[in-house]
């Protein structure tokens, strides 16, 4: 598996309103007018495959990841799964639509991926994936940051990080010569956090978990103060309690020639 954590769905799901909103608000611009196929690829606990079963009624939607932890929630709720590594994924059959929310960024090699997830889509097909862009973020930099001062730092010196999502422009090279129809848009969402540390509480679910996989348990707790520490200053929390969070996500929608 091309560097996959093990990934904890309760924690995850911990802000599961605002993580599925940008999933909510790609489905709601794909445009496709009968699609027999839909996989969601990296659909975790399987949050977005109601509402892509709801978008296209007609479709045979199924989920695709690499945890079986978070594919366990998927199947509970009726919906046919593979455990495969998105890496080496090849659909049987070509496929109508293929739908990623927060997951490509997971992958190494985009310059390869993502032609060759255009290849498996049928004549007329749709690729719609959304990636955080949050590379530039204090959030982001605290974590590589506190991993490489502590206890911890010889443990977690080889954790392969979040691939940084590269430019628009890179998407749009790679992309545009093979598409009929290219949308690329980015989004900063301002999440409304409540709780201590939220910001903490959020990377702990997603890509803190590298790090947390490659230490000793004992270094943990140490760990997620400090970087809970580092972060404060960055996003305080305000008047009321709540904490901002201002997150960059990158969206494409690609339709092959028919
Ligand atoms: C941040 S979660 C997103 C889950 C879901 N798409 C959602 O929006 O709730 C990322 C998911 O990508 C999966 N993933 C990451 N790398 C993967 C790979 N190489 N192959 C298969 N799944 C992968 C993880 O197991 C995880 O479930």
Redesign the pocket.
């Known amino acids: 598996?091309?560097?996959?954590?093990s990934?904890n769905p309760s924690q995850?799901?911990r802000f599961?309103t605002e993580?599925?909103q940008?999933?909510i608000d790609l489905i709601n611009r794909l445009d496709h007018p009968a699609p027999h196929r839909v996989v969601?690829?990296?659909?975790?606990?399987?949050?977005?495959l109601p509402i892509l079963a709801a978008r296209f009624p007609g479709a045979e939607v199924m989920g695709?990841?690499?945890?079986a932890a978070?594919?366990a929630k998927a199947a509970a709720n009726g919906f046919r799964t593979e455990?495969?590594?998105?890496?080496n994924?090849q659909p049987e059959e070509k496929v109508d639509v293929i739908f990623?929310?927060?997951?490509?960024q997971?992958?190494p090699d985009h310059v390869g991926l993502f032609p060759r997830l255009l290849s498996c889509l049928a004549p007329g097909g749709i690729l719609a994936v959304?990636m955080p862009a949050m590379d530039d973020t204090p959030a982001r930099h605290m974590q590589a940051q506190v991993a490489s001062q502590g206890p911890w730092a010889a443990d977690v010196a080889h954790v392969t990080r979040v691939q940084p999502v590269a430019a628009p422009a890179v998407y749009y090279g790679l992309l545009r010569p093979l598409a009929a129809r290219l949308e690329l848009w980015v989004t900063e969402y301002m999440h409304q956090l409540k709780g201590p540390d939220p910001v903490m509480e959020w990377f702990k679910?997603?890509s803190l978990q590298p790090y947390l996989d490659a230490m000793r348990e004992e270094h943990r707790p140490a760990f997620l103060a400090a970087y809970a520490e580092a972060v404060r200053p960055h996003y305080p929390a305000l008047a009321d309690g709540v904490t901002l969070l201002p997150f960059r996500r990158l969206f494409l929608i690609a339709e092959t020639h028919r």
Do not use: F, K
């Open positions: 598996m091309s560097g996959n954590p990934w995850y799901l599961g993580r599925l940008p999933a969601d690829l990296g659909c975790g606990a399987g949050n977005a695709v990841d690499g945890s978070m594919l455990q495969a590594d998105i890496a994924w990623s929310n927060a997951a490509l997971w992958l959304q679910g997603s």
